[in-house]
């Protein structure tokens, strides 16, 4: 029986609406689909065919049963917070909206656990977990707004992540169906070391492109007993920057030790959080320590100590809760803060051994002055996960495709001293020709040799995370299928 409401001559618009059983489950009308032409990622827009919010997981592989069986190309989206374009529709998709599957759905807290629906926000677990006395390790800048669902495709961090882990570290077993339409459970709640293929490690930071997760087991923790946060200046970014090293080199390993520039406290500090940060300093640092009380004293005097003898201008610690709240709330506005200095900006995502930080923020620096660009850096100095920030203004001609190059340039430094082109944002359509700085291809064959398996006909998010076929991959490729076909005749 049709569904009443829908004004629509597509017959797939029709079949999908049925699925549903709802006019309000899909949005379809130019207008509204305009909504939803991209993510985070705002350089490249594309519509999608339709949007849909499936309740539960049965109309979840319901949905990609009728895409699969039709040949439509389709993708899951979150909360569309991505900095990667992986939620862009490049191939007019289906969008399978997740937001409406937000539920907590129950909490282990003596085996530390709780499951939830892929809707369901960041931050809210945690504040759901709060009177308990436990928390959600991962903290994303956008936590308040993303979705774990989204973390887990991503492989999200945050500035907590130098101590705790990545969202990886914190994910115990996935639902998720496959493009297939198939339903399947992968983890071992919590075992360690069980046998078999990692499988929770390969879906997660998958981008997307093998399946669509539908409920997340993760790892819950205790609060820490006690927090200590120190803020200081540095008239010298090389002062700062070397600091970093020394207190990881010390022996103390922060919850987080976050930097920011010149140009980043600028942008911060005429935004919504302000908090009086001299506009003269080179960079400032906020780290964070905790853990059992009685040891944190001595942590935070060794913090002091390393901060001085790198020539520290100030360094103080929090006096209070609602003065940490305030340097958190500030740094935490980090990357939309850079709308009140620049009409534009592009997030980077490179990773480097903390070791060559001085060296790459200048070289940095000097892609800034060649570009004729301004590139603020703030970024999880303690695990050497940079956010080169680079401002333009996309109605000046040419100023987007320099910034696309600024900020390629950026990832190229950062693979050339051992590094890596993204530490959590994931690498979508933004980084996946970059993926070439630190695979080669025949790395990257085999990486899509293993979505082949998931997805062999590359309708779930076709387009991201890998390059197209360099000219050798296709004539490898090539080869063996003619060898394939010469076996099969003989």
Not at 330 to 355: C, E, H, W
């Amino acid at each position: 029986m049709a569904v009443k409401g829908i004004k629509s001559k597509d017959q797939h618009i029709l079949n999908l609406a049925n699925i549903l059983g709802d006019a309000r489950s899909i949005v379809y009308h130019k207008e509204d689909l305009l909504a939803y032409d991209c993510d985070g990622f705002t350089l490249h827009k594309h519509l999608p065919k339709a949007v849909v919010f499936p309740k539960n997981t049965k109309e979840v592989a319901a949905l990609v049963k009728y895409c699969a069986d039709n040949q439509l190309p389709f993708l899951a989206r979150g909360a569309g917070t991505g900095l990667s374009g992986g939620a862009i529709p490049l191939n007019g998709e289906v969008i399978i909206s997740l937001v409406r599957m937000k539920k907590l759905v129950s909490v282990d807290l003596e085996n530390r656990r709780a499951v939830v629906e892929p809707g369901f926000v960041n931050l809210k677990l945690t504040n759901s977990l709060a009177d308990k006395g436990y928390y959600y390790a991962p903290d994303p800048s956008s936590q308040y707004c993303c979705t774990i669902g989204g973390n887990v495709a991503e492989n999200a961090g945050g500035a907590h992540c130098l101590k705790y882990g990545v969202t990886t570290n914190h994910i115990l077993g996935l639902e998720f169906v496959l493009p297939n339409g198939e339903i399947i459970e992968i983890g071992d709640n919590g075992i360690p070391d069980a046998p078999g293929y990692d499988l929770l490690g390969l879906l997660t930071g998958s981008e997307g492109t093998l399946g669509i997760v539908t409920k997340i087991t993760v790892r819950i923790l205790k609060n820490p007993e006690a927090k200590q946060t120190v803020l200081a200046y540095f008239d010298k970014v090389e002062d700062g920057s070397q600091a970093v090293s020394d207190i990881i080199s010390a022996g103390i390993v922060p919850a987080a030790l976050e930097m920011m520039d010149k140009t980043a406290i600028e942008g911060v500090e005429a935004a919504s959080f302000p908090v009086g940060h001299p506009r003269d300093i080179e960079a400032l640092l906020l780290i964070e320590v905790d853990g059992i009380a009685a040891g944190l004293d001595e942590q935070i005097n060794q913090i002091l100590k390393v901060c001085k003898n790198r020539n520290v201008r100030e360094v103080r610690a929090a006096q209070n809760e609602a003065e940490r709240g305030r340097w958190w709330a500030n740094r935490k506005t980090g990357f939309g803060a850079m709308g009140a200095i620049s009409p534009d900006y592009l997030v980077q995502d490179g990773v480097i051994p903390r070791s060559r930080l001085p060296e790459v923020l200048s070289k940095i620096n000097k892609i800034s002055e060649e570009s004729g660009l301004r590139i603020a850096n703030i970024f999880h100095a303690g695990d050497g996960n940079l956010h080169p920030l680079v401002l333009f203004d996309a109605r000046i001609p040419g100023q987007s495709e320099k910034a696309l190059e600024a900020g390629s340039a950026c990832l190229q430094v950062c693979a050339d001293v051992g590094g890596t082109i993204t530490g959590e944002h994931g690498v979508g359509i933004e980084k996946k020709e970059e993926m070439r700085f630190v695979f080669t291809d025949d790395e990257i064959m085999a990486q899509t040799d293993i979505r082949a398996v998931f997805n062999p006909d590359n309708l779930l998010n076709a387009g991201k995370l890998f390059p197209s076929p360099g000219r050798c991959v296709e004539i490898k490729r090539d080869l063996k299928e003619k060898e394939t076909d010469h076996s099969v005749l003989s």
